[in-house]
């Protein structure tokens, strides 16, 4: 028997008289790491930490902005809105019922926010990639944003940042979705020409088409404790290869020993390690 799912959370139900049964039911979060069940508020509170094993879990888009950003102020910037579904895909869902699903779940447009606003006083822009609309996928929207988001930057001299959370890229819109590989990094040659920093910060998961392209590119690059990191899956590779890949590959503390990763950076820690490397790399 599970006592929380069987007792507690039925009592709590009773409790609330059917007034907000929503809350209940998530009132508890279990750790993935430890398996530790956490009190929700105290684990959002604590910008999605575990307090006991400190396993980072996600981090909602509009919290991690305002957990960056100076006194938790920023403009949000619009997403580049597009034509739905240009291909006209379907598998066993149309692809426009699962934009509009995800939209209804996440009440986003599409995988990303952008936020303009300070960091220790500097300007800056910051794209956040949002893993729970169809997995961080870079579609369209997402690479025609992500240029927006670096002319916004370029224009108002402002250091550029990437928080990464990415699938890879989106197989809905096929080809449409691969140009978004090279968009990207044009778009980021001319933020290098303008001399403006760009930084990227690798969350769990970052892989696939969104790594291959801009998030590698970073004049630094940060990275959470324990993100997964890299291209294809594990067992993929290891297929691939014929071999057993080591221990701890593909997360951040393998990728920092191999060069890959510049710092790994407790997320508690995060705005003022970002708000030093900003100081130093605006002068």
């Known amino acids: 028997m599970n ?3 069987d007792i507690v959370t039925p009592k709590i139900k009773a409790f609330l008289g059917g007034r907000n049964s929503s ?3 998530t009132l508890w979060t279990k750790c993935p790491s430890c398996e ?7 684990l959002q509170n604590n910008l999605m930490v575990c307090s006991d094993c400190d396993y980072h879990l996600r981090l909602d888009t509009k919290d991690r902005l305002l957990s960056l950003f100076d006194n938790s102020k920023y403009e949000e910037i619009d997403l580049v809105q597009i034509k739905d579904d240009p291909l006209k895909f379907k598998d066993l869902k149309k692809y426009t019922d699962r934009l509009k699903d995800a939209r209804n779940k996440t009440n986003l447009y599409d995988a990303a926010r952008i936020g303009s606003g300070f960091i220790s006083s500097m300007p800056v822009i910051v794209f956040v990639m949002d893993f729970s609309f169809m997995g961080g996928s870079m579609g369209l929207c997402i690479g025609k944003s992500f240029v927006k988001a670096i002319k916004l930057a370029i224009d108002s001299k402002s250091a550029f940042i990437s928080v990464t959370a990415s699938g890879g890229a989106r197989m809905q819109e096929g080809i449409l979705s691969l140009m978004q590989m090279p968009s990207t990094v044009s778009a980021l040659c001319y933020l290098k020409e303008a001399e403006l920093p760009y930084i990227n910060i690798f969350t769990h998961p970052t892989t696939g088409g969104v790594l291959a392209s801009f998030a590698t590119l970073g004049d630094i690059h940060i990275a959470e404790p ?14 691939t290869i014929k071999r057993t890949l080591p221990e701890g590959f593909q997360r951040s503390e393998f990728l920092k020993s191999h060069g890959l990763i510049d710092i790994i950076v407790h997320r508690h820690q995060l705005k003022e390690k970002l708000g030093q490397i900003l100081q130093y790399m605006m002068i």
């Open 23 to 25: 809350v209940s039911d």
């Open 3 to 5: 006592w929380l799912k």
């Open 36 to 42: 530790k069940m956490l009190y929700t508020t105290d």
């Open 226 to 239: 324990g993100a997964l990191i890299g291209f294809a899956g594990a067992r993929v590779i290891e297929k």
